[in-house]
């Protein structure tokens, strides 16, 4: 999974619950012929990349969202 590159297990959790919080809402948004699978890596990999800036869990999902929306590719 993408999150092995963290070591700190707060960060893992903080990670899992913002992600979870920030997919549940994306998926809903997604056409049907998406790759959910490929657009939840990705999300992923947002959520790790904004874990030293983010307050808490609830931030980091907020600030996944809108990343993934801003870089979102036109067929989604």
């Known amino acids: 999974m ?3 590159s963290l070591n700190d297990p707060v ?4 990670a899992e619950a913002a992600l979870d919080a ?17 657009e939840r890596l990705r999300l992923a990999d947002i959520v790790v990349s904004l874990i030293p800036i ?5 931030d980091l999902a907020r600030r996944a ?3 993934y929306y ?3 590719p036109s067929g989604c």
């Open 65 to 67: 969202m809108e990343r």
């Open 11 to 14: 960060d893992i959790a903080r």
């Open 2 to 4: 993408t999150f092995s």
């Open 70 to 72: 801003k870089t979102r």
């Open 54 to 58: 983010a307050e808490d869990e609830a």
């Open 22 to 38: 920030a997919w549940h809402q994306i998926k809903a948004s997604l056409k049907e012929n998406v790759d959910f699978d490929s």
